[in-house]
Structures are given as structure tokens and as C-alpha cells.
């Protein structure tokens, strides 16, 4: 009999002889009495009674196997007969215990007493099981909250899992012992390898000065140069002992457990894969070696996420100086599981961690309790930084699937949040999964979030981008920041925000929709935001979670819309679905290009001009004439004010082609005439439009000259962006033509509500407007932007006359609307 009956691979009991039946515990047979054993027998006895080296019985099902037949004195043969050959193969065995989990138990945790037979009679027959896949989970997941449960929660664990407190003991002591071994093991391997390196870097410089070379001319070198060489290698040698020691003892401390727990280059390739395998997936130390190891879920969306999620574990504080790049990138996936362990809590937590906003179309973070429940992630906040968090639910006309594939493309990412997210790409793909698969796929992106005003900077943020599938239909991803990372030996600057765990779970509906709730959590500098937009930016409007929700929500819409065959009611029936699909294409191109001109996030810009809020923004660009613009010189021109009228109503009045005369000098006077009208959502204000002016039947420029409007609005405000285009190119665009070809330069407006506080001290976000003259301000916040060209010549240079025409023109327009609505 071997030792490889005890962990065989069915849980059925076998017949006598020793484990050949493939039973899942083999039992035991004694073949001599204790008094008649020898005395190298029963030292081999006492030896293996005593408690179990870990090297030895690491494994759950071995020690549990083994326990209780150590204590009955009938055994002794089986042991003695094994013990040598055991002893001799430990470190192979080693490695097959470790890949096993302690699902092998006995029935009702017998005890030693149940095993003994007398001399001469065959032991009877003791039914085994194994744990079940759902009874493993849930240990291990009370594991990772307290490994060390006290007798009353072993009590009720086990009443939970129909187990005796006995066999939960042992399984927690099997676990123990299993992560301390596999501990100490790794941090061996990498103490050897050490001072292999070492006894390499000592034999090269003996070789070295048993024939000494000058490094400048290659001849012999005298003994005193080789002494001074020598003493700053030793030098050398000794500060990089010192340097490893202490990221070690850095790891330790911010991280909890030594730097040796981790995989990398550091360990011996026989480790970089190895991980105590369980009965489910990997946990423990072996899950960092895999992207795809499930974090412990049980998603609902009820009323919590998930009654796995209640425990708090510590969060890393990173600090990467002098760290290689391996290190670097398992601090960047400890970071990364970090930040989504803290998003699932903070989409399960309600009150008191949340509260809702003043309208109920968000919650808000109750900053005080999130800071007594939750470490600091990524380090504390800094002084002149200013916290928001947000949490919004909502119901999306997209499938998890496309819509994780969107989130982890950033092409496509800022393409359907193009008004929000400005410049970004995809510096590293840290790690992937090999099917091909998002899941576990963990990214390092650069990216540039904004609010359409020259009065509120750009946010810069670098951030780790993780998305996991915790269950079928239901996807996390997850956003946190690394600005608080160092690289080498100079820190990283701090930026103007930080972006702490953010995010979204997404969950499959039945009807091919999903429910998603999406986080946002960022820390910024307030005081680099002009004073009309406190208000806006602390309601969540600015860059909160009701954004992100409604801008999805808005985009989901039209394209469904869009790409369906059918044609809604109010559109005209002369363009033909591809034509519709051309139209639209266009029009989504010349709004994002409408946003990175007033927050410069599209093209490259040189500012002119710094705008304030008695102040036109100009910036500069050169155009070479690329596809889909014209060359030349332009100019950019960018202004905000504030006006007492409703966003909702001076959104209607700008859409409007019939009011479009008293602003717009490219109607000459007289109103537009609609040709095409193409609805993008059931919000009549979500459309695009093509407008032809009445101009003099002789002015044939005028004649081949079209505007497109591209109108879109949600509670965080709206956009109208328009340009002049050429009737040809338009043709071909209706008929289904390439809209790529198309140049143009965008103009228009955003309107976001001022959220400045009523009478009643309610605040004004947008969500319910007030009209007439009753209540508070209900006022809104306009930002005009032109893009136009001053000189057909790239190599041309700005004049002063061209700033001051564009100037006028800003005047003119803002003067327009003021009149409309006869404000002073």
C-alpha cells in the first residue's frame, strides 16, 4: 500500500488490499498488534503521532485522512511498511498534495477509535466523502475573511454546510498549513537563488584577480587598481543587499505578507505557475499566477450583491522605487484586485455609506463613513484635494458582452462617451486572457476626461483599467489610479485629480437589455475650477456617475435606432436606411470633434488666448488638409456665460431652425428650411437635422452650402453642434456613401444647468426645471464654440485682424441670444 491511495481520485470506498480501486480515502489495515511491533517500528510510531511536519502532510486530504487512524495502535504496519519510501520521494510528493484541497473528510469526523480492530480480524469498512464544490467555496471564502475562526463560527459555519465543528477545524487547519508551507517553500527558492548569485559574483572575482586586466588599455594591471576595483564592487554588492532587503521589509508592511509571496522573475521557473489547487479554481497565493482565478461572488442585484462580500481586507499602498519590472506588474495586479474587491462592496453597502442626492437620481458618498470602513487604496488624499462619489443604476439597451468589449477598447470607449472622455489610449496590456476572452484582462490607460468649458481644466489620469466575469451575464470593470505609484527613484507627479476604485457591474436582462451600476470616485483640485461651476461639478452632473449612466443610456438609444430598418414616425422617408447610417456616422464625428475643440483634447492646439469668464478662449492649429477637414489655418474660439433661463428652454430655442435667424449669421436673416430630419431616441431633442438657408437665387456659394445639426441632450445637459457642408458631398452621404470624406469644421453650444441653490435650498440640477418667475435662479450655463478657418495656407501666420473678426463673431452671437431672451 502507498501513500497514493489516500488522495485517489473517486470518493468510493475500495477492498482490502491497498487502493488500487481508485477510492477517494483508501482505509487502513493493521497487521500486528502495538505491543509486537519492533523498536525501530515504534520510534517510526511515536514519530509520526507526534504533530505532522508541515513539509511532510501539508495536504488537507492527507492530514485528514491521516489523523484519525494515528491515533489507534493497529496502523503501525501500514507506516512502517511506507515510511522510507515516503520520506525518500517528500519533495515530489509535495507538489501532488499541494495541488489538492481538503475536500476528503470522514463521515461525521470519526475518531481514531472507530479504526481499531482487533489482532487477526479485517478493519471494518469506514464510508468517506468529499466536500462539495459550493461547501468549498463557502470556507474559502470565510478563510480569506478570518482564518483563524473562533469556536462559535466554526459552530455556525458548520450548521450553514451540514458539517461537524470538527471537520471545519481541520479544514481550516489543512488551509493554514497549506499557505504557510507554500510559503516558506517560495522564500527558500528564492534565498537559494540568491545566494547562487552570490557564489557566482564571488568565483568571478577571484577569477579576476588571478589575472587582472586593465578595463582602458587591456593590459596587465597592477594590484592596487584591482584592490580599489574590488572595494567598489563589494560597495556595490552591499547596497544592493540593503536595497533588496528593504523592499522586502516594504512589502511586508504595506502589503501584509512578504515580498517572496508573489510570482515573478524572482522565483525558479518551477514556481511560476505552481498555487494550491482547490476544488474551485485557484485562491490563496496561486491566484495571482492566473487573471482568470474568480473572486468569491454570488451577484443577485437584489437587495445586495453578494453575502460573500462583508468582510474588509487591507488595501495595498504601492511604492515602487528601485523595483524591477516584474514586481512592478504583480503590484499593479494586487492594486488591480484591490480596486475591484472595493467596487463590488461599494455597489452592495446602501445606507448608511450612501444617501441620496437631493432629486433621487443618484446616491451620494457619505465620505465620514467610507473612511471608517475602507483603507485608503491608494494612498491618503492630498491636502488641496477635493473628494466626489457618486453611484447611479440604470437600464442600458446593450448586452454585458458589447458592452465590456466597448469599455475595453478605447477606440471604442471614446466613441461612445466622446463628450466625457477626450484624448486616451492604451499604454500596456499588463495582463490578458488566452481564449481570447476579457476576462481578467487588466490594462494601464491614459486618458483625459472632460466638461465642455474652457472654465474647467482637463482631468489627466492615468489609471488601471480590470474587468472580471463573476458569473454568467455578470461583468465588473473597474478604474483606479496609480498616480500615487512611484517609478525608479523620482516620484510621479500628482496631476490635478485622482481616480479612486470606479467602475460599473453589468448585468444581463432577459429582454437583451442589462442593469448596470457604475461608481465614480475621484479626488481633484478645486481650485483650479472657476466659481460657476462649483456648483455643477459637486452635484455629480460634471464628471459623476448620472453622467456616465445617461450619456450610455443616450448613446445605447441611437444606435439602436440608427441601425433598425425601420424608420420612426416625424423622420423623412427619402433617405434610405444606409443613407441614415451614413448621416449619422457624420454626425457623431462632427459633435466629437465639436468637444476636443473647446476642450482641446482632439487635436494638438496653441492658446492664444486664455480664456475667464469675461474672456474668448483662442487657440491655433495648423491643418494639413488630412481627410475629413480642410487645410489651412484654424482658430478656435471658446467662451461661457451664465444666463437666468432654464436649460431645457434655451436648448429648444438653439435646436430651433425657425429661431436660428436671431443668432446665426449663417442664416442671413430669414429661417432655415428642414430637409432631412433623422430621430435619434424618443427625446424629440435627440435628433440630427440637415437645414438648407434662403439666400438669393444668384449667389450660387451660398446655394451649395448645407448646415448639419447634431442635437443631443440628457440630465446632465445638452450639446448643439453644427457645420456648413457641401451639397455634393451630402448627396452622396444620403444615398449611403463614406461620410469620412466629408470636411468640415464644427460650431455650437453645451448648456448644463448652474445647480445654483433656490429659495427652498433645494438644488437645481436639471432633473425638474422651473419656468416662470417663482423659486430660485433655474439659470444655465452657456459655452459658445467656433472653429474656423482664417487662411487657406497651412504656413500662413495669424493676424490680429483675423483674432479680432472672430472675436466680433462670439459678440454677435452671445448678443443674439441675450437679446431673444432679453437678458442684459
Known sequence: MSFGGFIGGSSSSGGNGGGDSGCGVSRVVADSPFEAMPIATIAQSQLITSPLPQSMFNSSPLSLALKP??????????????????????????DEYESRSGSDNLDGGGSGDDLETPLGKSSRKKKYHRHTPYQIQELEASFKENPHPD??????????????????????????????????????????????????????????MRSPMCSHCGGQAILGEIHIEEHHIRIENARLKDELNRICVLANKFLGRPLGSFPGSMGPPGMVNSGLELAVGRNGFGAMNSVDTALPMGLDFGN???????????????????????????????????????????????????????????EELNLEEYARSFPPCIGMKPANFTAEATKATGTVMINSLSLVETLMDTSRWVEMFSCIVGRTSTINVISSSSSGSRNGNLQLIQAEFQVLSALVPVRQVKFLRFCKQHAEGVWAVV??????????????????????PSGCIVQDLPNGYSKVIWIEHMEYDESTVHNYYHPFIRSGLGFGAQRWIATLQRQCECLAVIMSSAVPSGDNTVVSPSGRRSIAMLARR?????????????????????????????????????????????????RTIWLPVTHQRLFDFLRNEQTRSQWDVLSHGGPMHQIVHIAKGQDLGNSISLFRANVAAGDANQNSMLILQDSCTDVSGSIVAYAAVDTAEMNVV????????????????????????????????????????GGGSNGSLLTLGFQILVNNLPAAKLTMESVN????????????????FQCS
Not at 473678426?805 to 431673444?820: D, E, F, P, W
Open 69 to 94: 487512524k494515528m491515533e489507534g495502535v493497529g496502523d503501525m504496519g501500514m507506516i512502517g511498511e511506507n515510511f522510507d519510501a515516503v520520506a525518500m520521494g517528500r519533495s515530489s510528493r509535495e
Open 151 to 208: 469556536e462559535k463560527a466554526r459552530l455556525e459555519l458548520g450548521k450553514r454546510l451540514t458539517l461537524e465543528s470538527r471537520q471545519v477545524k481541520f479544514w481550516f487547519q489543512n488551509r493554514r498549513t497549506q499557505m504557510k508551507t507554500q510559503l516558506e517553500r517560495h522564500e527558500n527558492a528564492i534565498l537559494k537563488q540568491e545566494n547562487d548569485k552570490l557564489r557566482i559574483e564571488n568565483i568571478a572575482m577571484k577569477e579576476a
Open 304 to 362: 445586495g450583491i453578494s453575502s460573500a462580500l462583508t468582510g474588509m481586507s487591507p488595501r495595498p499602498t504601492p511604492s515602487m522605487t528601485g523595483m524591477d519590472v516584474s514586481y512592478d506588474k504583480s503590484m499593479l495586479m494586487e492594486l488591480a484586485f484591490a480596486a475591484m474587491n472595493e467596487l463590488l462592496k461599494l455597489a452592495e453597502i446602501g445606507d448608511p455609506l450612501w444617501f441620496r442626492n437631493f432629486d433621487g437620481s443618484a
Open 479 to 500: 478604474d483606479v489610479s496609480i498616480d500615487a505609484i512611484q517609478e525608479g527613484s523620482q516620484p510621479r507627479e500628482a496631476g490635478n485629480c485622482r481616480r479612486l
Open 590 to 638: 462632427m459633435t466629437r470633434n465639436f468637444c476636443g475643440g473647446v476642450c482641446a483634447t482632439f487635436y494638438k492646439w496653441e492658446t492664444i488666448q486664455t480664456g475667464t469668464a469675461d474672456e474668448t478662449k483662442l487657440m491655433m492649429r495648423k491643418s494639413i488638409g488630412d481627410p475629413g477637414e480642410p487645410p489651412g489655418v484654424v482658430l478656435s474660439a471658446t
Open 734 to 773: 444620403m444615398s449611403g456613401g463614406d461620410s469620412s470624406c466629408v470636411a468640415f469644421l464644427p460650431s455650437g453650444f453645451a448648456i448644463v444647468p448652474d445647480c445654483f441653490e433656490n429659495s427652498n435650498g433645494v438644488t437645481n440640477n436639471g432633473m425638474v426645471e422651473k419656468e416662470g418667475n
Open 805 to 820: 473678426t472672430v472675436n466680433a463673431l462670439i459678440s454677435r452671437t452671445l448678443q443674439g441670444i441675450k437679446t431673444a
